[in-house]
């Protein structure tokens, strides 16, 4: 999962670069080369997630350069995938990470980014995997939350759910393989704050 200013990609990871640091720098078609930052780097051999701020981005659309002074940044998460979904049973997911969300639109004059929190649970049936979670964001004093409640009804399917893709807010939610036993939860997100901007990011729970 990778979202940017005014882009979304999800799907199978068939190609992949990750630094010393732990950052992904490509995922598929999309690189980040040069003189590049990665904040709020956090992974295992389960799961990776990070957000690019500074570095050229290259994508088969073309190129940009990310100056890390504005509010343009790539957020991703990638995982490994289920074999299979089960068909019963629940899971309780832990406090989560996150990147820090950042401005996409709306209200003028907003910070660049802000802080995320949240909590997710995770329950299978016959239709797949059913998640609910509400994850809040805080930019300065103004305050906003998106409902991550949707069905992931196969191990590569991604549940979209509100506005996501037009404007408003809602999210992308995907589960993964956590190992051991446990479960990811990964959402991309965009929630819009009590004064109309709107802040997109990704978060990752880990539910056994």
């Keep these: 999962m990778l979202l940017g200013v005014n882009s979304q990609s999800f799907g199978t990871l068939t190609q992949s670069t990750q630094a010393a640091s732990g950052a992904m720098t490509k995922l598929n078609d999309t690189t980040l080369t040069g003189a590049t930052t990665t904040k ?21 659309s073309g190129a940009e ?7 343009r940044a790539y957020h991703y998460v990638a995982f490994n995938a289920l074999p299979a979904l089960p068909t019963t049973g629940s899971a309780s997911c832990d406090a989560g990470v996150f990147t820090a969300p950042t401005y ?53 399917s991604t549940s979209i759910t509100g506005a996501f893709l037009s404007g408003g807010s809602g999210a992308a939610i995907q589960l993964g393989d956590h190992g051991g036993g446990a479960y990811v939860v990964a959402a991309g997100y965009a929630a819009t704050l009590s004064n109309g901007a709107r802040y997109t990011g990704v978060a990752k729970f880990r539910c056994v």
Excluded: K, M, Q
């Excluded at 350069?65 to 509010?71: I, R, S």
């Excluded at 997710?120 to 994850?135: E, N, R």
């Design 104 to 156: 996409v639109g709306g209200a003028t004059g907003e910070a660049n980014a802000g802080t995320a929190t949240g909590s997710a649970s995770l329950a299978f049936d016959g239709t797949g995997g059913v998640v609910s979670g509400t994850l809040s964001i805080a930019v300065g004093g103004t305050t906003g939350t998106v409902a991550i409640n949707g069905t992931v009804t196969s191990p590569s």
């Design 65 to 71: 350069t990310l100056t890390g002074t504005d509010n």
């Design 40 to 60: 709020e780097i956090s992974g295992d051999a389960n799961f990776a997630l990070g957000r690019w701020v500074a570095g050229t981005v290259t994508r088969s």
